[in-house]
């Protein structure tokens, strides 16, 4: 279980704490609770999202053999394009 800390206003937190004693369940569980009940009436709409991943980018890929990278590399140097200038 993951630990977290919640801000309630007081009237709520108060309520809470006496559904909790009533019914003789834990503040935590019963927020555990409502939170699954809130997730299964809300379920999410669309696809779960996963972690960030970095962009991939077609760039065309080399059209140039690798041994005869680094010449063409230092020709283009030596010999830039007029739209590079």
Do not use: C, N, Y
Not at 56 to 74: C, F, K, M, N, S
């Amino acid at each position: 279980m993951t630990r977290t800390q919640i801000q309630l206003p007081a009237e709520l937190h108060r309520r809470a704490k006496r559904f909790s004693a009533e019914r003789e369940i834990s503040l935590a569980e019963i927020t555990r609770r409502g939170i699954e009940l809130f997730l299964e009436r809300f379920p999410p709409s669309g696809p779960e999202k996963k972690g960030w991943e970095l962009p991939r980018i077609d760039g065309g890929g080399i059209q140039v053999p690798l041994g005869r990278l680094h010449e063409v590399t230092a020709e283009t140097e030596a010999h830039p394009s007029p739209r590079r200038r």
